[in-house]
T-cell receptor, first 112, second 111 residues
């Protein structure tokens, strides 16, 4: 079993839809959870950062962490064509000197 | 507001040639990283430097070397390039909280 599993997609939705992106993981020691967005031919950019379990909201984006199920989600409300990108989940054991473990990314396509 | 700067952006090498990928960050971050990204494989860590003066192997270090020149700069060297090293290479840096800032990448083709 891979440490972080993420459906590669592509996930195609119409503009305005609610999007749900998910990752599962196997290492219960992960404490920090992140979502990165990567546009085509660009570097990943940090979108959301959460510590331990719970929800975090930033505008149209909500990140959820369920450590008991080893499952994290990113919700995008009122999706826009500009949200079309690959979304990578990432997680870390502890802050400071721990490296990130990335999922392989889910490609999202939002059609006008 | 440069963040992480990588050079070059594109490179074509012949098998056996050597080259160095350069990376510099202006955010005063302690930690720096080199990743490669291949279709279907995701981001894979090659080497990282937790702080100035230290370097450690990541998941796929074979065929690469690194130098942490100072706090700002972290270079990746391919001594004898192979077609299997054709990839997109990303440099990143992070602060104590761990959120990574990535550069825009170097697209390397080895023929």
């Amino acid at each position: 079993q891979k440490e972080v599993e993420q459906d590669p997609g592509p996930l195609s939705v119409p503009e305005g839809a609610i999007v749900s992106l998910n990752c599962t993981y196997s290492n219960s020691a992960f404490q920090y959870f992140m979502w990165y967005r990567q546009y085509s031919r660009k570097g990943p950019e940090l979108l959301m950062y959460t510590y331990s379990s719970g929800n975090k909201e930033d505008g149209r984006f909500t990140a959820q962490v369920d450590k008991s199920s080893k499952y994290i989600s990113l919700f995008i409300r009122d999706s826009q064509p500009s949200d079309s990108a690959t979304y990578l989940c990432a997680m870390m054991l502890s802050s400071g000197y721990s490296t990130l473990t990335f999922g392989k990314g889910t490609m999202l396509l939002v059609s006008p | 507001n440069a963040g992480v700067t990588q050079t070059p952006k594109f490179q074509v090498l012949k098998t056996g040639q050597s080259m160095t990928l350069q990376c510099a960050q202006d955010m005063n971050h302690n930690s720096m990283y080199w990743y490669r990204q291949d279709p279907g494989m995701g981001l894979r860590l090659i080497y990282y430097s937790a702080s100035e003066g230290t370097t450690d192997k990541g998941e796929v270090p074979n065929g690469y070397n690194v130098s942490r020149l100072n706090k700002r700069e972290f270079s990746l060297r391919l001594e004898s390039a192979a077609p299997s090293q054709t990839s997109v290479y990303f440099c990143a840096s992070s602060d104590a909280e761990g959120g990574y800032t990535f550069g825009s990448g170097t697209r390397l083709t080895v023929v």
